[in-house]
């Protein structure tokens, strides 16, 4: 059931409510059950690589050929940490987007896609350039169409400062962000307590997986070695070694202190939608915002349950993923209008 607070511009209604699944009501299972839900892509995707203007690449994947789609209304979705086309969360809303005649894609964030990026950087929680430049190169190339962009954890906190930064300049009617770690300095700290060690161990190994990828393939591109790779024991660690040091930035924590989107929410001027889950194991109360400090064109959504990009309904017989329903209606008004 969603919390109500008319001061946080919450979003209420009965078809909006989140209800879990029964007997999965547990914030864990709740994380990690669309992972076996959602296992495999039920679409042709259509790739793209797109060279950017630092002779770095990111790689698109779309729903079907965008030349013959011009005219749909788009969806556009930024993933999480080491995400790309294949995390449940990504396919799933895009399948979502796709049955209901929307053009739908994914932009994989530098290294993501499963080919290391040419450069000596990667990419970060705070870092919206490549955001930006695809978002205007979108409107550019395909001209214009109603248009929403969806971020999930990382990728939403990084789509909020984009939000932030570009105002009303944005070129995007609405936008969702679901289950971001909105305080990445809190977050961390929570991820290294208790049951979280799990998640972060699971996340730091894809990280260490895709940096030796990258060592492997352009040697010298990244500030540290295998073997320093290798020793690395948590996420902080990683981002003061690497994230931060290729990024300009002093250290992890103020990494952290610079791209957290909490307190640039009240900058964000096109309609926006924020979702988070009590009971997320990647956060504690840090995230919520405070009574009052969210702009009008704002609306906050805080269930009960939920856990990390879960949100899982319906039965162990009919499972429902509420998100690919939930964000869909919400936009509808900005991509069908």
């Not at 259509?46 to 079907?64: K, N, T, V, Y």
């Not at 998640?199 to 073997?227: D, E, F, V």
């Amino acid at each position: 059931m969603t919390m109500t607070s008319p001061e946080l511009n919450l979003s209420a209604g009965s078809e909006a409510d989140f209800v879990p699944m029964r007997v999965i009501r547990n914030r864990h299972l709740q994380t990690m059950l669309p992972r076996l839900i959602r296992r495999k892509v039920k679409f042709d995707a259509h790739w793209q690589r797109l060279e950017l203007p630092d002779g770095d690449f990111i790689d698109l994947a779309w729903s079907e050929d965008p030349y013959l789609a011009k005219h749909k209304p788009r969806l556009v979705v930024f993933h999480g940490l080491e995400g790309s086309l294949h995390s449940p969360y990504a396919h799933g809303l895009i399948e979502a987007a796709q049955k209901r005649g929307w053009l739908g894609v994914v932009m994989h964030f530098r290294g993501c896609s499963g080919e290391p990026n040419r450069l000596n950087r990667i990419y970060h929680s705070g870092e919206t350039e490549d955001g930006t430049w695809f978002l205007h190169w979108l409107k550019q190339e395909f001209g214009e169409a109603p248009t929403a962009a969806v971020g999930y954890s990382l990728g939403g906190n990084m789509l909020a400062c984009l939000l932030a930064k570009e105002g009303k300049e944005v070129p995007i009617d609405a936008a969702v962000i679901v289950s971001a770690p909105l305080v990445l300095e809190a977050c961390s700290y929570h991820m290294e307590k208790g049951f979280s060690r799990v998640y972060q161990r699971y996340l730091l190994n894809l990280l260490k997986a895709n940096a030796s990828r990258k060592l492997a393939a352009y040697p010298g591109t990244l500030p540290i070695n295998l073997a320093q790779l290798k020793a690395v024991r948590r996420i902080r660690e990683f981002d003061d070694l690497i994230t931060a040091k290729i990024h300009g930035f002093a250290d992890a924590i103020d990494y952290y202190r610079q791209c957290s989107a909490m307190p640039l929410l009240n900058k964000i001027a096109k309609p926006t939608l924020i979702i988070h889950a009590k009971d997320d194991p990647f956060m504690d109360h840090h995230v919520i915002p405070e009574p009052g400090t969210l702009p009008p064109s704002v609306e906050y959504q805080l269930t009960e349950h939920g856990g990390h990009v879960g949100f899982v309904g319906g039965t162990l017989l009919r499972p429902e993923m509420w998100l690919e329903k939930r964000i869909p209606d919400w936009l509808k008004t900005y991509l069908e209008a």
